[in-house]
């Protein structure tokens, strides 16, 4: 009945928050055990109630502000000095910038919102298709669950109980290897989406673009760098990442102005109240299915499939894509890590590390997958795009992912380079 219900709910077009929720009291009501509601409030509070997740506000905060504060502009038009004599420079510029608004950011969607609001115009004034462009704003936004920070990362460390610093470190160089797959695909197919030469080759300054966007610099390092040499925690870069692109945008650009902070703090407060109850509603979930000895159930059924952790990782691997193709990645990671984990950890001696590496990465597809596809419908929304003109020019960059994923899965010192 719960399954049922589930299926259900979501199939009516119902928010994944309010059917996971809605999916719990159908299981209480129908197991007849009432007492759960007793405990079910302080499962709810309790898995907010963690200090790491205060990273998720600022982290949006800190987005926010880079746009208020001109950041994010001076960070493309950077990108747009430095690659001029590239062929394709344009579709290079909408990669650079989506890799280096990841290494700030944090939050993937947030990331393809902004891109698709400043690049795939620009791209479509240079004379390329609008579905490319868009797609390519979408699939680039793939690097935003990767590369740190990463939203994901943060909730997969909480979840897990292991280092949000050591999941940060561990993401650099899978995306870096994405990031370079996804420069090969521009090469390959930028001049097919090419229609016409517009003939837009105004030369931008270099240094003059170059000391604009020195500046913004500060930011990852700040983020990367004092998390690698452990000068703080991820919450901490958090805060002192927010704090210098409040100085940078307010006192050195000058663009960010007093009247636009309660605009700031209304649309971070609005968006960190959406993650949060998405995350209370998938713990509660993920209570339910635990109470009912659904970890140990998958265990069993693994541990009759296979007896080789490769294969195991192949088979997580193939169900994640599932399961993110219908169920929301941030949902579908708090209630599978706590069935899964167990299972790779104490049966085939997995890396947890390695194990949420993985599981975040393929997760992330799901932005790129419908009927979720939160990433898709962002881009074909404020790019105007069609979903199928999008996915027409998506599936390479996709294919891109997975490769990067199978990688990391066979190779388990990708994730260990920088740690």
């Given at each position: 009945?719960?399954?049922?219900?589930?299926?259900?709910?979501?199939?009516?077009?119902?928010?994944?928050?309010?059917?996971?929720?809605?999916?719990?009291?159908?299981?209480?009501?129908?197991?007849?055990?009432?007492?759960?509601?007793?405990?079910?409030?302080?499962?709810?509070?309790?898995?907010?109630?963690?200090?790491?997740l205060l990273a998720i506000p600022?982290?949006?905060?800190?987005?926010?502000?880079?746009?208020?504060?001109g950041i994010t502009r001076r960070?493309?038009?950077?990108?747009?000095?430095?690659?001029?004599?590239?062929?394709?420079?344009?579709?290079?510029?909408?990669?650079?910038?989506?890799?280096?608004?990841?290494?700030?950011?944090?939050?993937?969607?947030?990331?393809?919102?902004?891109?698709?609001?400043?690049?795939?115009?620009?791209?479509?004034?240079?004379?390329?298709?609008?579905?490319?462009?868009?797609?390519?704003?979408?699939?680039?936004?793939?690097?935003?669950?990767?590369?740190?920070?990463?939203?994901?990362?943060?909730?997969?460390?909480?979840?897990?109980?292991?280092?949000?610093?050591?999941?940060?470190?561990?993401?650099i160089l899978p995306g870096l290897?994405?990031?370079?797959?996804?420069?090969?695909?521009?090469?390959?197919?930028?001049?097919?989406?090419?229609?016409?030469?517009?003939?837009?080759?105004?030369?931008?300054?270099?240094?003059?673009?170059?000391?604009?966007?020195?500046?913004?610099?500060?930011?990852?390092?700040?983020?990367?760098?004092?998390?690698?040499?452990?000068?703080?925690?991820?919450?901490?870069?958090?805060?002192?990442?927010?704090?210098?692109?409040?100085?940078?945008?307010?006192?050195?650009?000058?663009?960010?102005?007093?009247?636009?902070?309660?605009?700031?703090?209304?649309?971070?407060?609005?968006?960190?109240?959406?993650?949060?109850?998405?995350?209370?509603?998938?713990?509660?979930?993920?209570?339910?299915?635990?109470?009912?000895?659904?970890?140990?159930?998958?265990?069993?059924?693994?541990?009759?499939?296979?007896?080789?952790?490769?294969?195991?990782?192949?088979?997580?691997?193939?169900?994640?894509?599932?399961?993110?193709?219908?169920?929301?990645?941030?949902?579908?990671?708090?209630?599978?890590?706590?069935?899964?984990?167990?299972?790779?950890?104490?049966?085939?001696?997995?890396?947890?590390?390695?194990?949420?590496?993985?599981?975040?990465?393929?997760?992330?597809?799901?932005?790129?997958?419908?009927?979720?596809?939160?990433?898709?419908?962002?881009?074909?929304?404020?790019?105007?795009?069609?979903?199928?003109?999008?996915?027409?020019?998506?599936?390479?960059?996709?294919?891109?992912?997975?490769?990067?994923?199978?990688?990391?899965?066979?190779?388990?010192?990708?994730?260990?380079?920088?740690?």
């Amino acid at each position: 009945m719960t399954l049922a219900a589930f299926l259900l709910f979501m199939l009516l077009g119902m928010p994944i928050a309010f059917v996971l929720l809605a999916s719990t009291f159908t299981f209480i009501l129908t197991s007849g055990n009432y007492r759960l509601l007793d405990n079910l409030p302080q499962v709810i509070f309790g898995s907010l109630e963690v200090f790491d997740l205060l990273a998720i506000p600022l982290f949006i905060l800190l987005g926010e502000i880079m746009n208020e504060g001109g950041i994010t502009r001076r960070i493309i038009h950077a990108a747009r000095a430095w690659f001029a004599w590239i062929p394709h420079s344009i579709a290079y510029v909408s990669l650079t910038s989506n890799l280096m608004l990841a290494s700030i950011m944090g939050s993937a969607t947030a990331q393809i919102a902004i891109m698709s609001r400043v690049m795939t115009p620009e791209m479509e004034r240079d004379g390329y298709d609008k579905g490319f462009a868009a797609a390519l704003t979408a699939g680039s936004g793939l690097l935003g669950p990767i590369i740190p920070p990463s939203m994901v990362f943060i909730i997969y460390g909480v979840i897990a109980q292991v280092s949000i610093g050591a999941m940060f470190l561990g993401g650099i160089l899978p995306g870096l290897v994405l990031f370079l797959l996804i420069s090969g695909l521009i090469a390959l197919m930028a001049g097919r989406a090419k229609k016409r030469d517009t003939g837009n080759k105004q030369p931008i300054p270099l240094w003059g673009a170059t000391r604009g966007a020195l500046l913004t610099l500060v930011i990852p390092i700040v983020i990367v760098g004092g998390i690698a040499f452990g000068i703080v925690t991820p919450t901490e870069s958090a805060a002192a990442a927010t704090l210098m692109a409040l100085i940078i945008g307010g006192l050195f650009f000058r663009e960010l102005k007093w009247g636009q902070l309660p605009g700031v703090l209304q649309r971070t407060a609005r968006n960190t109240a959406i993650v949060l109850f998405l995350i209370a509603a998938a713990k509660a979930f993920g209570w339910v299915l635990v109470y009912n000895q659904i970890p140990q159930q998958v265990a069993r059924l693994m541990q009759g499939a296979t007896e080789s952790p490769l294969i195991f990782m192949l088979l997580v691997f193939v169900m994640l894509i599932v399961v993110g193709m219908v169920l929301d990645g941030i949902a579908a990671l708090i209630i599978l890590v706590p069935i899964l984990l167990p299972v790779a950890q104490q049966s085939y001696g997995i890396d947890p590390i390695h194990f949420g590496i993985v599981t975040c990465m393929t997760l992330s597809l799901g932005l790129l997958t419908p009927p979720v596809g939160a990433g898709l419908y962002v881009a074909s929304a404020i790019s105007n795009v069609s979903l199928p003109r999008i996915t027409r020019w998506i599936m390479p960059f996709v294919l891109a992912a997975c490769l990067v994923i199978l990688l990391t899965i066979f190779n388990p010192w990708l994730v260990s380079v920088f740690r």
